[in-house]
């Protein structure tokens, strides 16, 4: 799953808001304000929810700001000015001009407070103001209909009964995704916990799951063969993402035309996404894991014709040899797929 759970995301609502304008000015801090244009705030968060790679370390201030915030013992105006002018601290000159907000959000959960940290683009809306004199929020709120990359940073917190969970989610449009640049990772001192090795490994199991559950929409109900195919669709991929994985799943099962057939693809990787804790990550894929291995074909004076990849170090097929020149080879399998009689066709007369 992203971030936000899918029970909290029906009851999602803005308690709490706080704006200020983040540059080469000296900090001025702001007052709380009313809450305005919810629904689209609402709908910017849920933009910025993915799945989590980034932990809090235990001494972070902002974690313990968010705490002293949640618990009560500060007030959110008075906690957001702190966090804010933290923000502003590290905020550097070569980094572009911001209004960064901080959203206190509640859910059906009494004991649960959903904090979210965002910074927009915003010196456009700015000179705008000046010419025309206009609200601020209202003009960033149209800049950001007008860019849908105005979000520059974004990060989510959850805090349960006075305590912030450690995975938070965090997103930065400086770095390639899923990484965050150096100041906004110093503001909120965190460290990564998944690796883009660890992340192509839970993607490639989410994409054989994906097959086995669509096995009979797969030409010839070839399942090992459509995980080839599709390996070798994503390892061409400069990033991996829920789009990438549905095409490559879509392909290998022979790009079908039935509107039902892709809709139930599309569903089995959204779940597995899901399930896996990849929704909504974007990361560089590891190829050595993606690159299929070569498969070694092996004929006994038996008549035993073994095929399996010959992969180096993690094959689970162990062959020992022994004194007179033979060889044990033990299979260890999870499961066996297919066990059938093949009627051999008779031999044609010399």
């Known amino acids: 799953m992203a971030f936000i759970r899918e029970d909290e995301l029906a009851q999602l609502r803005i308690e709490n808001m706080i704006l200020h304008v983040v540059g080469d000015e000296e900090f001025q801090p702001q007052a709380a304000r009313g809450v305005e244009h919810s629904a689209f705030f609402i709908?910017?968060?849920?933009?910025?929810?993915?799945?989590?790679?980034?932990?809090?370390?235990?001494?972070?201030?902002?974690?313990v700001q968010l705490e002293r915030?949640?618990?009560g013992d500060d007030a959110f105006e008075i906690g957001g000015q702190a966090l804010s002018?933290?923000?502003?601290?590290?905020?550097?000159?070569?980094?572009?001009?911001?209004a960064f907000f901080i959203f206190e959000l509640r859910t059906a959960d009494p004991a649960v407070r959903i904090y979210s940290l965002i910074k927009y683009d915003y010196q456009e809306v700015i000179e705008r103001q000046e010419?025309?004199?206009?609200?601020?929020?209202?003009?960033?709120?149209?800049?950001?209909?007008?860019?849908k990359r105005a979000i520059q940073k974004a990060?989510?917190?959850?805090v349960v009964n006075g305590t912030a969970e450690a995975a938070i989610c965090a997103r930065d449009r400086m770095k390639s995704a899923p990484d965050i640049g150096d100041y906004f990772a110093n503001y909120l001192h965190v460290v990564r916990?998944?690796?883009?090795?660890?992340?192509?490994?839970?993607?490639i199991e989410a994409v054989s799951k994906v097959l086995k559950d669509i096995r009979e929409l797969l030409p010839d109900q070839n399942v090992p063969l459509a995980f080839r195919e599709a390996k070798t669709a994503l390892a061409g991929r400069q990033r991996i993402d829920e789009a990438a994985?549905?095409?490559?799943?879509?392909?290998?099962?022979?790009?079908?035309?039935?509107?039902?057939?892709?809709?139930?693809i599309q569903g089995a990787v959204r779940r597995k996404m899901r399930s896996a804790k990849l929704e909504g990550l974007e990361f560089p894929p590891d190829r050595q894991q993606l690159r299929n291995p070569a498969i070694r074909r092996v004929r006994t004076t038996e008549g035993v014709l073994l095929f399996y990849p010959d992969r180096v170090g993690t094959t689970n097929v162990e062959r020992i040899s022994t004194a007179n020149g033979g060889e044990v080879i033990t299979i260890t399998?999870?499961?066996?797929?297919?066990?059938?009689?093949?009627?051999?066709?008779?031999?044609?007369a010399a």
């Open 155 to 158: 990060a989510l917190v959850r």
């Open 333 to 348: 399998t999870r499961h066996v797929e297919e066990d059938s009689i093949v009627h051999r066709e008779p031999r044609s």
């Open 245 to 264: 994985i549905q095409d490559a799943i879509l392909a290998a099962a022979g790009n079908p035309e039935d509107e039902d057939a892709r809709s139930r």
């Open 85 to 98: 002018r933290e923000f502003a601290r590290f905020h550097h000159g070569g980094s572009r001009d911001g």
């Open 193 to 203: 916990t998944r690796t883009d090795e660890q992340l192509t490994q839970k993607m």
């Open 43 to 63: 709908e910017r968060i849920r933009d910025t929810d993915v799945a989590p790679v980034f932990e809090l370390h235990p001494d972070s201030r902002t974690k």
């Open 69 to 71: 915030m949640a618990r």
């Open 131 to 147: 010419e025309e004199g206009a609200n601020l929020l209202r003009l960033i709120v149209q800049a950001f209909v007008a860019d």
